[in-house]
């Protein structure tokens, strides 16, 4: 990701973290202004490379979450039913987009429609991926992100034009058993100067239904999808310091006959013809000023339209929720980001102040007229924020922080009730310190407000009302951890990594779904609590590695004594591998482990466990040296499950292929 110019760094960790050795010495670059090491934030953090998103060799880019705690993929494993749950806030019955932050090249995406999914995209388009757990979140992206935020950062030339050439190609072909899955990529890199250099990618991927492990197909998980990437960067100004980067990315489907519900199947409703269009635009110009402590300014000038087209419904039911029309939400942005250095004596001082206004605009088209269960208006934000990271001896670092959002909601034309417009306001204080070059304690304080969506308060029907008078939903967290960094351990160059997270939010206020005729569709429920557990570790030496996630969330919903729907189940997963690099190879067996989950009233889900295999070869030397080879086999012993926050059984036995050539002049 292009540097957000807050934070000066916590790099108070050993030499294996900062140099990046395991998944927990990344830098993390969404946190704040200086360039900190995933272990060393005081806030539950995971960074994905290009090397994790090649490896996982995924169709969605849910299917990039298997390794990190705390997150997953939820709805089906449509590419238009993919939407996420973090640490148990995301839910496809309830509108729970706007829990979860979710941005393309600082661009913030949203998206939410009545059986689809949420973010539509390829995960070819990317070089890395954050997700920041938990509500911390808040004061740089926006109020309400009780879940946390997931930033995609799209491919770079820089990341291809490694040896002094000014020219690079890549090519990337892959294959998947399940639906007989093809994809074919294409990248073209060039850097003509030091000032100057673009890249182009274009992507192709098509399947036909994937079968679970029992054998039974899964109707509507076809796809033909085509995505795309134009991104440039100028530098200018004394030692190129000022850089003005452009970023267009698009990604767009077309199905005919396909299930009209994505996120699980429902014959009932039928099939419907559907175009799913979805496009991101990014300006961002970057002034990181050597020669002054005061100016290190980022700028972020967006626009994301995701737009879906449906016509030719096969259900019988004479409803505006089968009628040809058109779904879509425009979003505009702008935010202006600085970070003065305010260093003295022993302390590095390090102040962000930053301004973001965003206004979006939901449409909802039908041959049969205007939706009462979605409807159109505006969503106009300002949010104003300050956070300062105050490091003390590079041992103790505090980061207090607070936002204030002024949000205005306007229904369309021809949808009833008046205006709306709320303040909310987000502080938090974290805290990360160093005991020893082994190991590091670190906690956080949050509160954070989530104003009702454009859907929560208009929303109506005959027999049900809108609800004007929806209080904010309010969270209030609590996170405390634990982290440790071993080197040498059984050869003098391997490393330990291992950071714990223990969490409690308790949401009051809560939104939930009525339908309860002559009652608002939408009103406030008692509170929920969710609490749990993380551990993420990582083991790498020159011939071995590791990856441990265990995610152990739970939760109760006060007002019944149940566990909320939304809390996933409880999941452990481990990868062990093995590298020869005289050769170019590196393999490994991954397990998933899930345990079974009851959410009271006859709804239980089984325990169960997968099994991954994969190997990936680059021949070093011979006519075939630079090419890469991956082979992969998903659940290898078939085995026939379902998720608990998944609408339908997952795949069964997958076999996968892969080769990448890359050229450079």
């Known amino acids: ?271 419907i013809d559907r175009d799913i269009h979805d496009e991101t635009l990014a300006l961002r110009y970057e002034y990181p000023a050597s020669d002054t402590p005061w100016i290190d300014l980022d700028v972020v000038l967006s626009y994301s339209d995701t737009n879906v087209v449906q016509e030719d419904a096969s259900a019988p039911i004479p409803s505006p929720l089968f009628a040809d029309g058109e779904y879509a939400y425009r979003t505009a942005s702008l935010k202006i980001e600085n970070t003065f250095e305010l260093s003295m004596g022993a302390w590095e001082n390090y102040v962000t102040a930053g301004v973001q206004y965003s206004h979006q605009d939901r449409v909802a088209e039908t041959s049969m007229g205007p939706l009462g269960f979605h409807p159109e208006g505006t969503d106009e934000k300002i949010g104003v924020y300050l956070q300062a990271e105050f490091i003390w001896n590079d041992t103790l670092t505090i980061v207090p922080g607070v936002r204030a959002d002024f949000v205005s909601l306007t229904p369309g034309d021809m949808v009833g009730g008046s205006g709306f417009g709320e303040t909310l306001v987000s502080p938090k204080l974290a805290a990360h310190y160093q005991l020893n070059d082994t190991y590091a304690i670190f906690g956080s304080v949050a509160h954070t407000q989530r104003v009702p969506t454009l859907d929560e308060i208009y929303s109506s029907d005959a027999d049900e009302p809108n609800s004007p008078d929806l209080d904010m939903e309010t969270a209030n967290s609590v996170e405390l951890g634990v982290s440790g960094s071993w080197q040498g351990i059984f050869t003098p160059n391997d490393a330990v990594e291992v950071k714990a997270t223990g969490f409690w939010s308790e949401i009051d206020d809560m939104i939930a779904r009525d339908s309860t005729a002559g009652t608002p569709y939408y009103r406030n429920i008692d509170a929920a609590e969710i609490w749990g557990l993380e551990v993420e570790g990582a083991y790498e030496s020159d011939f071995a590695f590791g990856r441990l996630a265990v995610s152990d969330v739970r939760g109760e919903d006060k007002s019944t004594g149940e566990t909320p729907t939304s809390i996933p189940q409880r999941s452990l997963v481990l990868t062990l591998g093995g590298k020869a690099p005289d050769v170019g190879v590196e393999y490994g067996w991954r397990g998933k482990f899930y345990d079974d989950i009851d959410y009271g009233g006859g709804d239980a889900y089984d325990g169960y466990v997968l099994h991954d295999l994969f190997l990936d070869w680059t021949p070093q030397r011979g006519p075939m040296q630079g090419v890469t080879f991956g082979v992969s086999v998903d659940n290898v012993f078939d085995t026939a499950y379902r998720n608990s926050l998944a609408g339908d059984n997952g795949p069964g036995r997958s076999i996968g292929v892969s080769i990448t050539k890359a050229f450079e002049f």
């Open 1 to 271: 990701m292009c540097t957000t110019a807050a934070s000066a760094a916590m790099l108070a960790g050993p030499v294996a973290a900062q140099d990046g050795f395991t998944r927990l010495g990344r830098i993390v670059l969404g946190f704040g202004g200086s360039e900190s090491v995933a272990i060393d934030t005081p806030q539950a953090v995971t960074v994905l490379d290009q090397a994790d998103i090649d490896r996982e060799q995924a169709t969605t880019v849910a299917e990039l979450f298997d390794t990190v705690p705390g997150i997953q993929g939820i709805g089906s494993e449509r590419v238009g039913g993919v939407s996420f749950n973090i640490r148990g806030v995301g839910e496809l019955a309830a509108s729970d987009e706007s829990k979860i932050i979710v941005t393309v090249d600082g661009a913030t995406k949203f998206y939410e429609q009545y059986r689809m999914g949420s973010f539509f995209s390829d995960p070819e388009l990317y070089k890395q991926v954050e997700v920041l757990r938990g509500p911390a979140s808040s004061t740089l992206y926006g109020s309400g992100a009780i879940g946390g935020v997931i930033n995609f950062e799209t491919k770079d030339a820089g990341d291809f034009i490694t040896a002094g050439g000014t020219h690079a190609l890549r090519f990337r072909g892959g294959y998947d058993s399940q639906g007989n899955e093809k994809l074919a990529s294409a990248i073209y890199a060039f850097a003509p100067s030091e000032a100057f250099e673009a890249v182009f990618a274009l992507n192709y991927r098509t399947a036909g239904n994937y079968e679970d492990g029992d054998g039974t197909e899964v109707p509507g998980s076809e796809f033909d999808a085509a995505s795309g990437l134009l991104k440039a960067k100028y530098s200018f100004g004394d030692a190129y310091e000022h850089s003005l980067t452009a970023s267009y990315s698009v990604w767009d489907s077309k199905a005919d006959d396909t299930q009209y519900s994505q996120t699980g199947t429902l014959g009932a409703f039928g099939t």
